[in-house]
Each structure stands twice: as C-alpha cells, then as structure tokens.
C-alpha cells in the first residue's frame, strides 16, 4: 500500500543572455527518453540532503558552480517516469551570465541554454516544471530582491532594468522603474561609476545584503 | 548508491481561533515517538498524487475537510527519521474556525488545536516545518490574498484585520489597515450588513474571486 519511491531533484537554473531570459537544458545520452532535452538533475543518494543532491548534480552534469538555490516544488503523479515511482523535488537556481562553460557529462551528451519562450520539446513533465519555475521566478521580482541573483556584485539600474525586463517579457518606463528599485531600500551606491562603451558613464549600486534573497515589506 | 525512500506528506493546518493563530497537532499513537505531539500526516500510497495523499490524510487522521490546501517545502534530511529514510513533503492547509469537529483516528490517540507561539515538544522535525510553514503564511499575507482562506464567505473588514493581527502577532492601525486591504481591489460589498452583538452594524465584504489565492501587484 505505501510506495517505495526513487527520490530525484531536478534544476531548473536561469540566467540571462542578450536580454532574454534563458533556462540550461542538458540532452540526455540514456534512455528513457534518450536524445530528448531535459532539467538536470538525478537520483538522491543514500545519505545526501536533497539541496546537497541538486547542487552536485547540476554541477556534475554542465560544470556550473557558485549559482543561487531555491526549493521550487515536489512534483509526485504516479506516471511522471515510465521507470516507475520516480517523486521529483524541484529546484530553480539563478546565475549571472558571463562566462559560463557548460560542460556535458556522461548522463548529458550535450548542455544548452535556451530561451524560456523557445524551448524544445522536454522529457518527463519537464515542460511543467520550467513553467513552474517562471512563474514562482516573476512572482518574486515584485516582492524580492531575487532578481539581484543574476547581477554581478557590482551593477547601474539600467543593468537591473535590462534582467527585470527579460524576465517579465515587458519594457518598463525608465523613471517609474528607478524609483521602484531604490524604493526597496536594499541598495547602495559603491561610489564608482561604468563607464563602457557608448554610455554615459552610470552610477555603481550593490546590494546591502548581497549574500541573500530579501522579502520587501 | 541511489537512494530508496519512503515518501510521506505533513499537513500544518491552520486557524484562528479567538484572536489567536493555531495549528492542528495529533498525539502519536505508535513508535517512533509514541505519545508525542506531531503533524498529520502519512506515506503516499502507490497510485497517489501527493497532494491526494495529504488530503486523504488530514481527513483520516482529523475528520477535517473542506481546506484550502498548498504544498509548502519537502524535508529530505537523512537523519530525520529513525525508521530509515523517509523524505516528507510538508503542505500547510487554511480553514476557518467555527464548528470544527476534530476527530482522531487509529494512528493518533488524540488530536488539537495548540496556539502557534506555545506548542508542545514535536516529533520528528515536526518544529522546524511548523516554523516554516509560519514564515511562509506571514510573508503572503502581505501579498495575496491568502488570509481570506480563514475568513467565512462573507466578512466585516473588522474580522480580516483580527485574522492579521493574529497571523502576524501584533495590531494594526484601523484606518491604515482597510486602505490596504481595500487597496488590493479583490474585495465587493455584499450589500448587506452584519448585526452581531454589541457592535455597530458594519458591511459585509466578499472576496471577487472567492476560489483562488491571488497575488497582489
């Protein structure tokens, strides 16, 4: 009567690139569902923690480290996985763009990002669960400092502006949009100015707290 | 190398209950911590969704029904129960107080309402998804309309503040309150009126979309 489940985590890790919102997709090298695109992600071990079980899977299989993690949402219909019982805890994690090497392990024969709005076809209720994740991921931004997760340390407001606007798929009006942001009161000035390219050179902000995701009341 | 587990679900059930937030608790009626305090809550049986097996659950172990439901976070810790690895993922559920007839069955010797800021000693890490699903309820209350899932189908602005205060655990400004509250567009006058008591007649508010939780921009 009570099910003996396999226990996996699966990650759903976002960046963004050329101001479009991306999500890494690995191509799995097995069967079930052998050559389709996928969530990282595998099999908890027998003592590992779940959080400890999706970090090292994601790093394992696409060679990305040093990422943001949240618990997303268990996902458990008793035919998600043709292998049998198979209950997901899902994971999205969020990492500034930049130089990322992605790496395909053994379980992946190839590693990818791809644009939320132009995904391929995924295996399992993979599909479900990015589009969990999207959601829970705007959900945030209105109430978060979440969206910081895919700056690097040190940022100008039209570079928040630029991951705000990927992620909601919508442009924002320039003033309204300032004032929002420092309205948050989790941002400083560092005191330097950017100055790249064909810019005015722009104020420097980091976060107050940088080292975690803050509720804004 | 791949952990077999056994899965379960955890059900922190709330209510308020003369001004007061609670949660449901039901005293163990078998090892391991026999005759302590713990969650509803059992194993996902075979052919069962997770959110039907914490349904199934609260309804067996308390005769409860009718509650808003909502998984909350899954606990994986190796070490969480003595009975081998068991990975529980915890729900919290809403319901309004009134004639809540509470009923335990073979697995708990007991059940009741305990008031959140003094619960007994907890089994498992009962304590620590109970904390979790506390902060979870108190950061939505301030955008969503979630409390409203303790409130009957027709209410006095009166009552949705005395549900905040007991969710937050501290007053709230009359004025300052119904702007806000009024302020999130998701209420309707019924055009009647509540005559209970001492107190003067007051309007009768519904909730626009009564069957969903919505966030506020």
Redesign the interface.
Known sequence: ???????STDIVLFTVQTDSMKVLLVRRAAKPFKGVWALPGG????????ADCARRELEEETGVAGFYLE?L??F???ERDPRG?V?T?AYYALIPSGDLVIQADSDADAAAWFPVGDLPELAFDHAEIVASAVKRLR?KL??STIAFQLLDEQFTLSAVQQIYEAITGSPADKRNFRKLILGFGELEETGELSRDGAHRPAKLYRLIEPDKVT?I?
Chains 1, 2 share one sequence.
């Open positions: 009567m009570t099910a003996n489940a396999q226990v099999f908890v071990r027998q003592d590992e923690d779940l618990q949402q268990t458990g219909a008793p019982r209950i805890v959900a209105g109430y509720i009341k």
